[in-house]
């Protein structure tokens, strides 16, 4: 055994000595930890939340548009040459993209009115970018054409249900008003109102008759992996021409999400260096009384041969010791905690019913990532190292005389 | 004889904001090889801080101090503490040990600071303990040994990396007289066996009359050096 196990031994036995001592300071480490991981884990969750929600809404991963179409955003602006754009779709591997034709409608029923976003999709394709096809109350996903699918939220404003007739008027491809009846397909409900009140659907075909668009799309929403939209989007727009196509990620279709995210992460990582703060003047705290207590006892061990870099070694490596068990029990509790919330989550309902950022569902569940927990140990240790080093170097710097007549 | 502690007009003065203390007055000394050497006075005669110059604990103020033929004044705290290491052993009044330590491991600790092999430290801590009496005390804590039992320890621990000189700080203060005999003892013993030079502090006029030779300070002054 060296001389550096040899410390390690003691510092070991030191931290059971004073068993209370230790337990109570490893005991408010552990808890920080457990905290802040179990919080880093929500606002995982919360983040995936709310990525989905935008995304599986009506974002999707990203979308390919027509140049300047957020410039006139009342004027249907197609996509030019969508075979060019689905071409370069499957040749950058995509698998899921669903060709949309929207434009702003005004709902009538009876003495009832409404306006709405009136989208035009394929039914298989779009199902396999957006969750609203699981989202249907009553009746079909758009299976009948020349049927409308509406929000419950419109449905009810406008007193209409599966099988009543709604009339919708809208501007068609030539700048000419088009009228129609449809009758109502089907109702669906997302966990926000406020969408499922301007929303209506139409199958692309039908939309392309009512609107006299043949074969026009106003935009193409693609799903991607996570996280792969980036890259996915700088390999189109490299195959796309620019001045004809912009590429648009979800994060630039709703920078207020991102931003949202970048709040949380800045607000969590001052969190973070709060805790880890305290946490340091902890154990500190405990590392200072500790060397004073001991005085007479490092001043022995100077005295008997131990060099300065010795004591402070076998100092530092109490307050490790101290960390790294806090660490563990703070990590397994946690863990424990995070599985628990991964499975049963928060109910936020009350807080999140008409928060666009939950459209999916207002159970907000932990995501525990492992570079998350191996990082907050890391931490944890690096800052018991660091806040014992001060009342290391103290101790060692006594002089033996001095620390062996200390009363 | 080998001349194995030499000081030259050490001394040593303290110093708190204007007033000064001097605590001993330049003094000359020599101990030879073998020597079993009793530092006598009365409390505040400056024994313990003459010890602690000996031993390198603390700074002489002015002067020379000399270990084994090494000036050992204006060493690193390192070095300092290398040279106790390799020429010292120490036995103090009392919290002599590492409490989170067995008998075993606390005589074993100096010689694991100096890098000895397993086996060899196995067979030097049982002798060491052995010869102090305690081999059936190995696995016992501080606190599960009385204090003569624990200075004993101490002892061991200060011998067993064979130093040619032991210091100790009224090693006997703290113990029944008729425990601190036994100590002083085991002292004689191995200063005869081993010839192991010991400079031990004491005002018990029972112990200092057992001391080859006796050295009287008083009022931080050798008043007296007398071998009996």
Same mark, same amino acid.
């Given at each position: ?19 209370? /001592? ?7 480490? %552990? ?6 991981? *179990? ?13 989905? +929600? ?7 991963? =990203? ?19 969508? @075979? $060019?754009? +689905?071409?370069?779709?499957?040749? %950058? ?52 054409? /020349? ?9 009810? +404003? ?71 939209? /980036? ?65 007479? @006892?490092?001043?022995?061990? &100077? ?12 100092? *530092?490596?109490?307050?490790?010791? !101290? ?7 703070? +990590? ?13 989550? *928060?109910? =936020? ?9 939950? %459209? ?33 170097? $103290?101790?060692?710097? =006594? ?9 | ?45 400056? $024994? ?111 011998? *067993? ?8 700080? @009224? ?18 013993? !191995? ?19 057992? &001391? ?14 007398? /071998?009996?």
């Amino acid at each position: 055994m060296t001389a550096f196990f040899l410390f390690a031994r003691i510092a070991l036995r030191n931290v059971r000595r004073n068993a209370r /001592r230790s337990l109570l300071t490893i005991s408010a480490i %552990a808890f920080g930890l457990l905290c802040l991981i *179990v919080f880093e884990a929500l606002k995982v969750g919360l983040h995936q939340e709310m990525i989905t +929600s935008t995304i599986g809404l009506d974002a999707a991963s =990203l979308q390919v548009q027509a140049r300047g179409k957020e410039l006139e955003p009342a004027l249907m602006k197609p996509v030019p040459r969508t @075979e $060019k754009v +689905s071409s370069a779709l499957r040749k %950058a591997g995509a698998e899921d993209f669903s060709h949309r034709l929207k434009t702003p409608a005004l709902l009538l029923a009876g003495q009832k009115s409404s306006a709405v976003l009136l989208s035009g999709v394929d039914p298989v394709e779009e199902a396999r970018v957006t969750f609203i096809s699981r989202k249907v109350l009553r009746g079909s996903y758009l299976t009948l054409d /020349r049927h409308i699918l509406l929000g419950e939220e419109l449905a009810r +404003s406008l007193g209409v249900d599966v099988g009543g007739t709604v009339t919708v008027t809208a501007q068609d491809s030539h700048g000419m008003p088009a009228t129609e009846k449809f009758a109502v397909g089907g109702i669906y409900k997302t966990e926000l109102a406020s969408f499922d009140s301007r929303h209506a659907y139409l199958s692309l075909r039908t939309a392309q008759e009512f609107l006299k668009a043949d074969n026009l799309v106003t935009e193409i929403a693609v799903r991607t992996r996570a996280d792969a939209e /980036r890259d996915f989007a700088a390999t189109l727009r490299t195959a796309l021409p620019e001045e004809d196509y912009q590429v648009k990620t979800w994060e630039e279709i709703a920078p207020d999400v991102k931003q949202l995210i970048g709040l949380n992460d800045a607000t969590m990582n001052l969190l973070i260096l709060i805790v880890f703060a305290i946490i340091a003047m902890g154990i500190a705290n405990t590392m200072t009384m500790v060397v004073f207590e001991r005085f007479r @006892e490092l001043g022995i061990l &100077a005295a008997i041969g131990t060099t300065p870099a010795g004591i402070l070694v076998m100092v *530092v490596l109490e307050s490790f010791f !101290l960390g790294a068990i806090a660490a563990l029990l703070g +990590s397994v509790s946690a863990a424990g905690v995070c599985a628990y919330l991964a499975r049963y989550g *928060v109910d =936020l309902t009350q807080f999140t019913s008409a928060n666009q950022y939950f %459209a999916n569902s207002h159970v907000l569940k932990a995501h525990l990532l492992a570079f998350d927990l191996v990082i907050a140990n890391i931490v944890t240790v690096m800052t018991a190292l660091i806040a014992g080093i001060y009342p290391a170097w $103290k101790a060692s710097r =006594l002089k033996p005389v001095d620390a062996i007549n200390h009363l | 004889m080998k001349e194995l502690i030499e000081l030259r007009q050490a001394s040593r003065i303290y110093n708190s904001g204007e007033q000064s203390l001097t605590a001993l007055y330049p003094v000359d000394l020599v101990v030879h090889e073998g020597e079993f050497v009793c530092i006598a006075g009365p409390s505040g005669s400056g $024994k313990t801080t003459l010890l602690n110059i000996i031993g390198g604990l603390d700074a002489p103020s002015a002067g020379r101090v000399s270990i084994a033929g090494e000036m050992t004044n204006g060493l690193s705290r390192r070095s300092s503490a290398r040279m106790r290491l390799d020429l010292l052993g120490f036995v103090f009044q009392t919290y002599n040990l590492i409490p989170v330590l067995t008998a075993y491991e606390n005589v074993e600790y100096v010689l694991l600071l100096k890098g000895v092999s397993a086996s060899e430290r196995k067979a030097r801590v049982a002798s060491a303990l052995c010869r102090v009496g305690l081999e059936g005390q190995m696995n016992k804590f501080p606190r599960e040994m009385s204090g003569g039992q624990q200075q004993r320890v101490a002892v061991a621990r200060a011998i *067993v990396a064979a130093p040619p000189i032991v210091l100790a700080d @009224e090693p006997t203060a703290n113990l029944d007289s008729s425990t601190g005999k036994d100590l002083i003892d085991l002292l004689l013993g !191995l200063n005869s066996e081993q010839k192991i030079t010991f400079v031990f502090s004491s005002h018990d006029p029972l112990i200092i009359e057992r &001391a080859g030779r006796v050295i009287t300070l008083q009022d931080g002054r050798i008043v007296n050096d007398v /071998r009996l």
